[in-house]
């Protein structure tokens, strides 16, 4: 199978600093990267995807990045808040395929 | 309200008993899929279903079946469940070429 990976499995910052999730992925063939935030006794829910094309995009306090000479994303929380305390997953897939790989999660512990 | 929902959401049962978890979707959703999600292995993708009467093997399909006869309804089936199979299942949906899956609040599942 494919080896998406974390390169931290926990990571606790300081209300208001900003938070960097790293993750590693193996199939230069994949093309879509989500990232996914999961709450305490939740499914997980959707926070942004990037395409291969791109190098960089930015959402609501969130930006990702891609790198894919290192095959490494990354996932920036602006002016980290409690209520982002979770766990959270990347995710790769190759376009038009229905399969996606998901690492296996960093949790992020928001300290007030 | 637009939501997955799943039934059971707690279920415990004993090896080789046959059980269905079911899933539906009240989003039209043509993408379906299940995963299973084990401690400090992330979340793996058991089965998905492109549209109706499509389904595919994911990474982890081995013990498990799937239908989707209804564009909504797609039901994971554990025909001869065995202790290796206890994890959290979670399904999830997706309109058709969005990579936003939505996820439902997810079935724990013990096989004693």
């Known amino acids: 199978g494919e080896s998406v990976g974390l390169h931290l499995p926990t990571l606790s910052v300081q209300e208001g600093d900003n938070s960097i999730i790293n993750c590693a992925y193996s199939n230069s063939a994949s093309d879509y990267f989500i990232w996914y935030k999961q709450e305490s006794g939740k499914g997980p829910q959707f926070i942004i995807d990037i395409r291969s094309n791109m190098d960089k995009r930015q959402g609501q306090r969130v930006t990702v990045l891609l790198n894919k000479t290192v095959k490494h994303l990354s996932l920036q929380i602006a002016a980290t808040q409690p209520g982002d305390s979770a766990v959270y997953f990347c995710?790769?897939?190759?376009?038009?395929?229905?399969?996606?790989?998901f690492g296996t999660g960093t949790s992020l512990t928001v300290i007030p | 309200e637009a939501q997955v929902t799943q039934n059971p959401r707690y279920l415990i049962t004993v090896t080789g008993k046959k059980l269905t978890v079911t899933c539906s979707q009240n989003?039209?959703?043509?993408?379906m899929s299940w995963y299973r999600q084990d401690p400090g292995l992330g979340l793996r993708q058991i089965y998905y279903s492109m549209n109706v009467e499509v389904t595919d093997k994911g990474d982890v399909p081995e013990g498990y079946k799937v239908s989707r006869k209804e564009k909504r309804n797609f039901p994971l089936i554990l025909e001869s469940p065995s202790p290796n199979q206890t994890s959290l299942y979670f399904c999830?949906?997706?309109?058709?070429?969005?990579?936003?899956?939505?996820f439902g609040p997810g079935t724990r599942l013990t096989v004693t």
């Open positions: 995710a790769e897939n190759i376009r038009g395929r229905g399969q996606f790989y």
């Open positions: 989003m039209n959703h043509e993408y």
């Open positions: 999830a949906s997706s309109a058709f070429r969005s990579y936003e899956q939505y």
